[in-house]
Structures are given as C-alpha cells and as structure tokens.
C-alpha cells in the first residue's frame, strides 16, 4: 500500500501572501494525529523543514504498513528533534538511514544513551521477526524482509546530537529549539521552537509525551512558562489514572495468580514502565508481601538499560532513595533473559512465574511468544498496566476476545486478562490541564495529537472551556499554519 499524502488545501489570498513573503510556519501532522503511535511531526519556517519525532507506527497492519513508504517532504529534512527514545517516537530513525538521511538527530543526553540500546534492539528485532517468519512460513511476502537492519540503527546512530536540557540551540537564522524536562520516560524531553517573525519572535511548543509525576525514577516536568501555540498530547485525555494504592493491587493479582500456580505475564514498555513494576515487585518482595515466585525479565536490552539509569541517576533521586531503586533495578532477585533461546525455553517452562516483557500493547516482541503459551491456560493470567491503542492486540484482549491471532495462530484465550491502573507514565486528564495552567503566557492556539478521537473530542471541550480556545485535531497528514508567525 502506497502512503498517501495530503496536497496542500486551497488558502486564501492572504495565506498566499504571507506564505510568499516567507513569514508563516507551517506543521503538517505526519503522525500520532487522532491514534497514538508514529508520532512525526513536520515543521516547516522561511526554507527550514525539520521534524519532530520519527516514530514507529504500531497496530493494526494499515498503520504499520505506513512504516514502510518514504514521505515526500523527505528530501527538505535538515534535523529531527527527538522528545524521547521510546520507539513509537524514534524507532523508524533506522529506516530514514536506510533511506539515506544525513542531518543530525538531537536530544537529551539521556535519551542519546538509550537510542543505542531502543535502536539496536528495534533493529534486532525486525530481523528476528523477519527469520521467524521465513523459518515459520507465515509471510505472505518471500523472503519476509525487516522494516530496517542492524546497519540501518548504527548509522542513525551516528547522527545523534545530545543537547543540555534548557540551553537554546540554532537551526537556522530564523529558528531555534530547546529542550524541557517532560517527566515521562528518562530523558524525555518538551521541544520549544522559537521562530523569528517580522514582529519579534513566536514560541511553539510541542508536549511530547507527558509524564504525570507517578514515577520515583523521574522528576516531575518542568514547568513551560510561555507559548504562542502548543502541539499537547492527549493519550489520557479522557482519564483520570488512580495511582494510590497500585502496589497493593498489583500484590493482590500476583498473589492470586501464585496460589492457583499461574504464570502471570506483564507486557511492558521495555522503557520507563519495566523499571517501574521491577521497583514496586521487588518492595514486594522484600517486604514478604509477595511469595517467592520466580521474576523473569524478558528482554534483551534490560541490563544496558539499567547502566543508563545508574549513569543518569541525578535525573531522579541523587540520595539514599535513589540507591534503593538502583539496587531495585540490578539483577539478583530477579533473572534477567537476554538470549532468544533462553526465551523460548522460558516460554515452554510450566512453572509458576512472572514474566515482564515487550511490547506492552502486544504489537511484537517476545511476549506475544510467552502468551502463545500461557493463554490457553486457566491457572495463568495477562496483566496490563498502560494504555492499549485502538485494535492492538492488547486491546483485543482487554475487550474480551476469545481467541487472539498470533504469528497466524488462533489462540484460544483461557487465561485471565486483567487491567491496573496506575502505572502508566503518561500525565492523565488532570495532569494535562495543570502543566498547561502554569504557563504565565498561554498558548492563544492548541492543536491536539498522540491521543483518540474520542478521547480528545472531550478533552478538547474541557480546555476550550478553561482556556477559552478551542483546540484543533489534525488528521493525518493535515497541515496547520501557526498563527501569527
Ligand atoms: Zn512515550
């Protein structure tokens, strides 16, 4: 299927004239735009084209097939900005290598260090994918080919420019950008762009994905104090997160689950989410709470990304805090699987266990081989703790499905399905509307990506009525003029 791109809408004579004397900046909604992965967004200002984030999409096979055809403002790309290293926001970096592309790639020193564990990996695991469906014959297409290569991470890797969090940096004469802390995954970062305009300078401001302060390995964001005009996620725009408690529930499911001797499965975001549950899991532990059951953590990437939170640990707790969780973190009470072998013999094991692996909404990954085995079984039982986009397959199973297709397998599903709240390391409906009541100067035009029609169709009357402008939801593709550059 071929990606088709918007051409650019009729404008009025004074959109043309504006344009002509080369004052407006323009973004056009490459992703996340009504769904919630594939976030890209480009910006365009006096010649400069630039993007923000170059995310996978994940999902359904439409989505996904939009990871594979090269956008046609390709070739005006001269930087990406990147909000952080999960891979729904950098992991087709990789695949604009492959296309050839040579500009720099900034973010945060943080998120630097771990897009060489989250592209490697990504790289990895498209090949592995691949190989599996060769070796399985479930492709249609032969030989089944990976979206991009090792090759293709290492030299995007290469262009990766880590920046200091707050310190202006120049795109061109006309345009800078910075970085904010965003309290959603280490290293996640707010983007300001500041663009020179005939009248002085106009901010824009772009969430990236937004944390809610429910993590003890991040700080809160950092609050933005001035904006023209805010591109804000809106992912739990229509929820509210109860956080109070979490442990305790999460106590009550494993001890469940042990007592009928399940395995229980926790598809997790390999990133912010797995060192979240390895925190509250091992207080369990230790505080007996919790039996001994044995906790396996089924990734590849687990003990690099841990090196990278022990190396960045002034971004969270400098003091006695910060070694509990770091020792938290490190392997001992838990066993950490790196080889793909010694996952498949994992997955076959019938022991009662807790097995933490990705993806967490089961578009990929090694889990989807672990419940392979564990969802036709009674005793065993798949918990959820973030958010599951539209017809993933994690979705699916929340919705009560009673068989789920894997690797072209229908599998039936016996096992529990459960959902707990309180782990996500998105801000909720409450957290949005605080972090935009900060800013001293508020955004006078508010475009909504990264979240469900639904969702942000209410969320949007909620700041309309608060904020007195009414936001606008772009679809894909869609290009929006920022007003008054
Ligand atoms: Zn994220």
């Known amino acids: 299927m071929q990606r088709r791109w918007a051409r650019p809408e009729r404008r009025s004579d004074g959109e043309l004239d504006s344009i002509r004397k080369g004052r407006d900046m323009k973004l056009t909604f490459a992703g996340a735009a009504q769904t919630v992965t594939g976030s890209q967004t480009l910006f365009e200002h006096r010649g400069f ?30 930087a990406i900005l990147l909000s952080h290293a999960h891979i729904d926001h950098s992991g087709l970096l990789p695949r604009w290598a492959s296309w050839g592309y040579k500009g720099p790639v900034y973010c945060t020193k943080p998120t630097a260090d771990l897009l060489e564990v989250m592209l490697r990996d990504a790289a990895r695991l498209q090949e592995e994918d691949a190989r599996y469906a060769n070796r399985s014959r479930h492709s249609q297409h ?24 707050g310190q202006w940096q120049e795109l061109s004469p006309n345009l800078s950008f910075r970085f904010l802390r965003a309290g959603h995954i280490l290293g996640s970062a707010v983007i300001q762009l500041a663009a020179k305009t005939e009248s002085g300078s106009r901010l824009v401001t772009f969430s990236g994905d937004l944390g809610g302060g429910r993590s003890e390995l991040l700080r809160d964001p950092d609050p933005v104090l001035e904006t023209d005009a805010l591109v804000l996620e809106s992912t739990y725009g229509n929820r509210k997160i109860v956080s109070e408690g979490r442990e305790d529930r999460l106590a009550a499911v494993v001890n469940k689950v042990h007592a009928r001797q399940g395995t229980l499965v926790l598809p997790a975001f390999a990133l912010g989410r797995t060192q979240d549950l390895l925190l509250s ?34 971004e969270f707790w400098p003091d006695e805090r910060g070694d509990e969780i ?8 838990f066993k950490v699987i790196e080889s793909p072998d010694d996952s498949m013999f994992l997955c076959t094991s019938p022991e009662p266990k807790i097995v ?6 089961l578009q990929g990954g090694r889990v989807l081989h672990h419940l392979k085995q564990a969802l036709p079984k009674k005793q065993n039982a798949v918990l959820f703790v973030g958010f599951q986009g539209a017809q993933t397959k994690g979705r699916l199973l929340l919705d009560g ?36 009541r900060r800013f001293h100067r508020k ?33 894909l ?7 008054g550059t």
């Open 49 to 78: 084209a630039g993007l923000v984030d170059c995310g996978l999409y994940q999902g359904p096979k439409p989505l996904r097939l939009l990871n594979w055809t090269k956008p046609d403002f390709y070739d005006r790309v001269r």
């Open 142 to 165: 032969d030989p089944a080919l990976p979206l991009y290569t090792t090759e293709d991470a290492e030299a995007i890797l290469k262009r990766v420019v880590a920046v200091e969090l």
């Open 281 to 314: 899991l091992f207080r369990l532990w230790r505080d007996g709470k919790i039996p001994e059951v044995p906790v396996y953590l089924d990734s590849p990437m687990a003990t690099e990304v841990t090196e990278i939170y022990a190396k960045h640990r002034r």
């Open 326 to 333: 770091l020792h938290a973190l490190k392997s001992g009470w």
């Open 356 to 361: 933490i692996s990705a993806s967490g909404m």
């Open 401 to 436: 499905l009673l068989s789920l297709r894997i690797h072209h397998q229908e599998i039936p599903v016996e096992a529990e399905v459960l959902y707990l709240d309180g782990f996500s390391a998105h801000a909720d409906q409450g957290d949005l509307l605080d972090w935009v």
């Open 443 to 475: 955004p006078q035009q508010i475009l909504l990506n990264h979240g469900e029609i639904e969702g942000m169709q209410i969320f949007a009357q909620l700041i309309e009525q608060e904020f007195k402008v009414r936001p606008e939801l772009p679809k």
């Open 477 to 483: 593709n869609e290009q929006v003029m920022i007003q």
